[in-house]
């Protein structure tokens, strides 16, 4: 089976091939083919590469997303880094999608009412989910109708309880649609799942905090297999201190600069997005590497970076082993998350109470899948390396084998 995963960010796009032979293998395999867009302006680079390893670069003008995207899919059957020689090969399609709403929990075939939903969920996250709608409209236009699946990045926190998910301001809130939905879900459960792998242990049995750290930030508190807290809100706003995102703060902040300063929604909306967190305190990136190197040399205002991001980190943590009543690993994912050791050796500092003991001698650049603490630890640290595309890709190849099945037996 060959799937086709589209990952849309707001400022890239993702895109990878995975060529399934037979039974689905328990490691993510190498895609057969991967696509990047980023976007500066109305510049993009675009970026391939297959098995081989060939790249292609093109730094071009485009015209509109759709047009990019379908510059980067035509690499895939007609550039020098191809890897099938007609779309007609593509079995079928998963997509990432930001915001299910309350209505999807699991990846769904997509049909005429799942994109009017996808359209519908598109006022809580309106770059993501339009973006996602141009990605599938786009495969219907090239690709005809091949079966196409939508992943939700808020489906796995779909059964938070009642009193993590309400906020506490008015009940009429929860009818209009304003509770915690969470986010990086496709990511934490993925987590989840190899945790169960590389422990040893039934995922039922296990408590989890996961902490997704890249360029967006979160956290779920995992028990029996599902999510039953994370820091994510209503938006990806909420929750930790990320790059370039501030997480949660006094809500007090916001109409008093809107009072005082007569800020508009827009302009808190960019500098809540884009010019706080990191890179708001540092003054000099949102970007965990510069930190950390401008905090060796000596930097203030990235050491402070630093140890909020730790500070808000450990609350953070502290939270959801609060939400758990316990904790039997700590799993470390995504860009710092994957390769940061002195912010993992930060963060896991103030759980030696707990009985968590971190091997400082594995604790170094990421390579595998692995466990970091020391022999006698209470609490495992995991480093579990994201794989968000081979998680839809998965999930793709469940849904089109089942039905695939359905249909043998009906026959
Ligand atoms: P992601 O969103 O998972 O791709 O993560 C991207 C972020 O990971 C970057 O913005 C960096 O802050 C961080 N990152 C990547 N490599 C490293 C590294 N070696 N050390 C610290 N942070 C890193």
Redesign the pocket.
Known sequence: MKILVLNSGSSSQKSALYEILGTLPEHPPTPAWQGKIEWDGDQADIQAQNSQGAQLEARLKVASRSNAIEQMLDTLWNGKVRAVSDPSEIDVVGHRIVHGGKEFEEATVITPQVKSAIARMAVFAPLHNRAELEGIELIEKRLGNLPQVAVFDTGFHSHLPEAAAVYPGPFEWLAQGIRRYGFHGINHQYCAGRAEQLLGRELNSLKLVTC?????CSLAAIRHGRSTDTTMGFTPLDGLMM?TRSGSLDPGILTYLMREENSTGKHLDDLLNTKSG?LGISGI????????ASMKNGNPRAKLAFEMFVHHLQSGIGAMIAALGGMDALVF????????P??RAAACANFRFLGLKLDSAKNV??SVDQDISLPGSVVRVLIIR?QEDWAIARDCWRLVSVKSSERADAS
């Open positions: 997704h750290l890249g360029n967006g790059g990191l990136s949102g970007d965990m590497r510069q930190i950390v994912t995504a860009g710092i998350g994957e390769n940061s002195e912010l650049p990421y994201a």
